[in-house]
């Protein structure tokens, strides 16, 4: 949506992501108002809630669709994450290493029986 900013004039575009994360931070902390900020005096525009849910209707649509992406990649992230879990497990073959020192321990415990 287009701004003009109240302060010098300017005209600025807010994109379909800035909307979006505004719109999110609004409904979070139950705000009707979004401080855009000027690309040029960085001063804060106010723009109304309702305004930019007219200028961008399906919003709540896209941020299911971005939620689904996000979980997603997560579910991928957690794959990778399991298969190193496996690959770090897999040397766990220090149970017949055990074994050999246990024997082997025993067995000098047999020679110092004998001395
Ligand atoms: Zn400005």
Not at 69 to 76: D, F, G, K, N, Q
Request: proline share 3%.
């Amino acid at each position: 949506m287009q701004l003009r900013c109240t302060y010098c004039q300017t005209m600025f575009a807010l994109g379909r992501d800035d909307m979006l994360a505004a719109l999110e931070h609004m409904e979070e902390n139950k705000l009707i108002y979004h401080d855009a900020h000027c690309p040029k005096c960085r001063k804060a525009n106010r723009v109304e809630r309702a305004r930019m849910e007219r200028s961008f209707p399906d919003w709540k649509t896209a941020i299911k669709t971005m939620a689904k992406e996000a979980s997603r990649v997560e579910i991928e992230t957690g794959k990778q994450v399991a298969d190193s879990t496996v690959e770090k497990s897999t040397p766990n073959r220090k149970p017949a290493a055990k074994k050999v020192k246990k024997h082997s321990v025993k067995k000098n415990l047999a020679e110092t029986k004998k001395k």
